[in-house]
């Protein structure tokens, strides 16, 4: 009984031991933000709202493609762009307003 008091003890202090080192670590660095979604988040601030309001394309949900369209519509309606930026831009319009997975539906 005296060995099964001991072990008790020895785990309850290496419980508490590991609880305050865990409690003292540094919390992990967050996942920086991909160059892609960065770059385009600039980009995207820096030329669409000129002139449109963030509430302009909030709605739309759709993929890379849909998304370089839309995009070369404004350089014909003269947006001024280079394909990098515009790629850039599809890129994290992709990744935050991409289409809907029926996972998301549920």
Same mark, same amino acid.
């Given at each position: 009984m005296s060995q099964l008091l001991r072990g008790a003890a020895l785990l309850l202090c290496l419980s508490v031991v590991a609880t305050a080192r865990a409690q003292d670590a540094p919390a992990p660095p967050q996942a920086p933000a991909t160059a892609a979604q960065t770059s385009g988040q600039q980009v995207?601030? #820096?030329k669409c709202a000129q002139c449109h309001a963030a509430t302009m394309w909030t709605a739309l949900r759709q993929d890379h493609r849909a998304w370089e369209a839309t995009l070369y519509r404004m350089v014909? #309606?003269?947006a001024l762009w280079t394909p990098e930026e515009i790629n850039?831009?599809?890129d994290y319009l992709t990744q935050i307003r991409?289409?809907?997975t029926?996972?998301?539906n549920r």
């Open positions: 995207l601030q #820096r014909g #309606r003269g850039a831009m599809a991409g289409p809907v029926p996972a998301q």
